[in-house]
C-alpha cells in the first residue's frame, strides 16, 4: 500500500515528530545545513528556513532516525520516509 504525502504535508508531520523528540525547534534562516546541536546540555534542532522544502524534509528525516525513539507512533507515509535515513 502507498502512502504518498505532498511534500508540505509532510515536512509537517516531520517536525510535529521533532517536537516530541527534541528539547527545543529552532527556525532561522542563514548559511548553515539543518541539523541539531547541543546547546546548555538540551538537544536543540535548528531548521534553516532558507534550505528548499526537499532538503529540510530530508535534513529532519535523517535527525529523527538517528534520535527517534521506537515508542513514538508515526504515520505509515512518515515512518517510511524516517526508514530512508536509518544506518
Do not use: W
Not at 40 to 63: D, S, Y
Request: proline share 3%; with cysteine; aromatic share 6%.
Amino acid at each position: 500500500m502507498k502512502h504518498n504525502l505532498k511534500p508540505e504535508t509532510l515536512l509537517d508531520e516531520l517536525e510535529a515528530v521533532a517536537a516530541r523528540i527534541f528539547s527545543e525547534i529552532r527556525r532561522d534562516e542563514g548559511f548553515f545545513q539543518t541539523a541539531v546541536c547541543r546547546i546548555r546540555a538540551k538537544n536543540v534542532l535548528i531548521i534553516n528556513t532558507r534550505q528548499p522544502m526537499v532538503e529540510r524534509i530530508a535534513a529532519l528525516a535523517r535527525e529523527i532516525a538517528r534520535h527517534h525513539s521506537e515508542r513514538i507512533y508515526l504515520k505509515p507515509a512518515v515512518r517510511a520516509e524516517i526508514d530512508n535515513y536509518k544506518v
